[in-house]
């Protein structure tokens, strides 16, 4: 099915223990998009890519760094993982433009300990 | 700093009943709002979307209404269903922005009781 597809689902961390998200997808989308979702924030936007070869920041880069590997992928790290980063992170791919309407991962539900 | 503030946090409303969710703004430059709608263990997906120039947009049992001079706009979900208990997310961006990035609101948990 055509989609965006993340990897893994779900993952346990010890704090200081580094891993990468990895994200993509199959519909030729130019822009991609990492998110953390926690309970009374909403959808906070950490990187995104707006077209291939460019990445930038959003409102919570700090701990986190990004990779867009090709127009299909765009892969989150966390080079030392603490408890505050315990969350659900979501990536999301878009046709360019947001009013297109953003693709939505099924998520990684990452804890630290 | 949160640019798009939602309210209430949760709602719970009775089957046939109207559910409404509001949200506000701060930055006038945003130009295109739309909503989501999130199930439990999935990612959110686009549920209806408005444009400042219009000051509301039905589609189904679900409708945007929009007041630019308040900044405000607010997601009414007509007959509600126990199939329309989810998490609901209004969102904004500046359309003609090259990046696409959207803000989210807080996050609004509908639960509707049969």
């Known amino acids: 099915n055509a989609g965006v597809t993340q990897t893994p689902k779900f993952q346990v961390l010890k704090t200081g223990q580094s891993m990468t998200l990895q994200c993509a997808q199959d519909?030729?989308?130019?822009?991609m998009y990492w998110y953390r979702q926690d309970p009374g924030m909403g959808l906070r936007l950490i990187y995104y890519?707006?077209?291939?070869?460019?990445?930038d920041k959003g409102e919570v880069p700090n701990g986190y760094n990004v990779s867009r590997l090709n127009k299909r992928e765009f892969s989150l790290r966390l080079e030392s993982a603490a408890p505050s980063q315990t969350s659900v992170y979501f990536c999301?791919?878009?046709?360019?433009?947001?009013?297109?309407?953003?693709?939505f991962g099924s998520g990684t539900r990452l804890t630290v300990v | 700093q949160q640019q798009v503030k939602q309210s209430p946090q949760s709602l719970i409303v009775q089957k046939g009943g109207i559910s409404i969710i509001n949200c506000a703004y701060e930055n006038t430059a945003f130009d295109y709002f739309p909503w989501y709608q999130q199930f439990p263990g999935k990612g959110p997906a686009l549920l209806i979307a408005i444009r400042p120039d219009v000051s509301e947009k039905k589609e189904g049992r679900f409708t945007i209404s929009f007041n630019k001079s308040a900044k405000q706009f607010s997601l009414h979900i007509m007959d509600s269903q126990p199939g329309d208990s989810a998490t609901y997310f209004c969102a904004a961006s500046i359309g003609s922005s090259n990046t696409g990035k959207l803000i989210f609101g807080q996050g609004t948990t509908l639960q509707v009781k049969p």
């Open positions: 890519s707006a077209s291939e070869g460019t990445t």
């Open positions: 519909m030729n989308h130019n822009s």
């Open positions: 999301a791919s878009s046709d360019r433009l947001a009013n297109y309407g953003y693709t």
